[in-house]
């Protein structure tokens, strides 16, 4: 089992460009979740899924938009990049009563 | 909704010492308890996790954690910290009933470094 892969591992975008981050697990899990982590603040969350059709708003989602077509993948969109939306993005799966597993993250840069 | 409250936000210990890493929670409804550990430019890897049942749970690489329902509590431990222990560790909790049962809230992080 590869777990929860995410796609890519860096990137650099330019100020206004769009992107999506992908992010697929293997192990059927109902609840996937998007954060962000920032140096000192731990992880934020920006979006959240209980299951294929279902999303919601986590704590920081301004800029962001995801979408749950199917359990395995759950892309996370970023329409206009801007500066403050340089951060480390780490996807994560779980069942209910489970821990939260994690992709490995992307490192994006916004110049 | 819940919060998570990490008490240090360093703490440089010696190789061999014991270490505790503190965490608060607040939540309106019973929760699960993680902790988690991440090493430089990884993902995050659970070390343990309460969910019910013994107060005191044992995790991976020596660390152990005790839930203090009282206290709303669930402290890191660790009796001999090794320099590859040298890390940030993540608290986390999860609601385990209610409307808000999917949001999985971490704490700021304690950065642990041991030094020889």
């Known amino acids: 089992n590869a777990g929860v892969t995410q796609t890519p591992k860096f990137r650099i975008l330019k100020i206004g460009q769009s992107m999506t981050l992908q992010c697929t697990q293997d192990?059927?899990?109902?609840?996937m979740y998007w954060y962000r982590q920032d140096p000192g603040m731990g992880l934020k969350l920006i979006y959240y899924?209980?299951?294929?059709?279902?999303?919601d708003k986590g704590e920081v989602p301004n800029g962001y938009n995801v979408s749950r077509s199917t359990t395995e993948d759950f892309p996370l969109r970023l329409e206009l990049a801007a500066p403050s939306q340089t951060s480390v993005y780490f996807c994560?799966?779980?069942?209910?009563?489970?821990?939260?597993?994690f992709g490995q993250g992307t490192r994006l840069t916004v110049v | 909704a819940q919060s998570v409250t990490q008490l240090d936000s360093q703490v440089p210990v010696f190789e061999e010492a014991p270490v505790e890493l503190r965490c608060n929670y607040s939540?309106?409804?019973?929760?699960?308890l993680f902790w988690y550990v991440q090493y430089p430019n990884q993902g995050l890897q659970l070390l343990l996790k309460?969910?019910?049942?013994?107060?005191l749970v044992k995790g991976i690489n020596g660390f152990e954690a005790e839930f203090n329902k009282s206290q709303t509590s669930f402290h890191l431990r660790k009796p001999s910290v090794h320099i590859s222990d040298t890390a940030e560790y993540f608290c986390?909790?999860?609601?385990?009933?209610?409307?808000?049962?999917?949001?999985?809230?971490f704490g700021k992080g304690t950065l642990l470094t041991v030094n020889p």
């Open positions: 986390a909790v999860k609601p385990n009933s209610g409307g808000s049962n999917y949001k999985l809230t």
């Open positions: 192990m059927n899990h109902n609840y």
């Open positions: 994560a799966s779980s069942f209910l009563n489970t821990e939260a597993f």
């Open positions: 899924s209980v299951g294929a059709g279902i999303t």
């Open positions: 309460y969910l019910s049942g013994s107060t």
């Open positions: 939540s309106s409804v019973s929760v699960y």
